[in-house]
């Protein structure tokens, strides 16, 4: 298996609604990124797991929350979010926080109303 | 600090000629290069990169860079392109060991194939 997969395709949430991205892969990676992507600009990366453990936070607001439940998984809890949060979520994954390339998910499109 | 340009929003090129899209970075020690395409309303997909080694480096679809450190250049090349080449294509660095983790994108280029 070689790909990243993330559910849902689709996601539309009020701004009181929790909800949560799913990220999954079986290529042994032991990085997980996330990263969020706006029409027509670059992905900005939010948050970097290695083996597990948050590596980096991108002072990503709170109402973000990852988790990385174990070295296939990665979640992005989504709580109280605003309008402008609406993009695209791309999860990736990659050997390790080196020179490995990362491997992107579809990505989520999100619309918080 | 790691960064990468893209300095062209748009490239045109006719189907069969070929391209050239471009990508300058700046870090300190030896750059980790990668480019990527995107499709519209998809991921990224990964192209080809740069670690260590021969400075032309071969990916996927007839795409190859040439990694050129006296410039701090990283171009992005097809010697014939085709219609189904036009896309929004990235060019990303990741920096040594020690912020190795950040992987920085450049802003994109559209590269618009015409038949």
């Known amino acids: 298996d070689t790909e990243v997969t993330q559910t849902p395709k689709h996601l539309v949430m009020g701004m009181t609604n929790k909800k949560s991205l799913k990220c999954e892969q079986h290529m042994g990676h032991r990085a997980m990124y996330w990263y969020k992507q706006k029409a027509k600009k670059p992905p900005e990366l939010m948050f970097v797991y290695s083996y597990e453990k948050l590596s980096i936070n991108e002072s990503v607001p709170s109402r973000f929350s990852p988790e990385c439940p174990n070295s296939s998984l990665l979640n992005l809890h989504l709580h109280a979010l605003q309008p402008e949060d609406s993009a695209l979520y791309l999860c990736?994954?990659?050997?390790?926080?080196?020179?490995?390339?990362?491997?992107f998910g579809p990505g989520t499109r999100l619309l918080v109303l | 600090a790691q960064s990468v340009a893209q300095p062209e929003d748009q490239v045109n090129v006719a189907e069969g000629n070929p391209l050239t899209v471009k990508c300058t970075y700046s870090v300190s020690g030896n750059p980790y290069l990668f480019w990527y395409v995107q499709y519209p309303n998809r991921g990224l997909q990964f192209l080809l990169k740069?670690?260590?080694?021969?400075?032309l480096v071969k990916g996927s679809y007839g795409f190859e860079a040439e990694f050129n450190k006296s410039q701090t250049s990283f171009h992005l090349k097809k010697p014939s392109a085709l219609v189904s080449d036009s896309a929004l294509y990235f060019c990303?660095?990741?920096?040594?060991?020690?912020?190795?983790?950040?992987?920085?994108f450049g802003s994109g280029t559209r590269l618009s194939i015409r038949p």
């Open positions: 740069y670690i260590t080694g021969d400075n």
């Open positions: 990736a994954s990659s050997q390790d926080l080196t020179a490995g390339a990362p491997h």
């Open positions: 990303a660095v990741r920096g040594p060991y020690s912020s190795a983790s950040k992987i920085i």
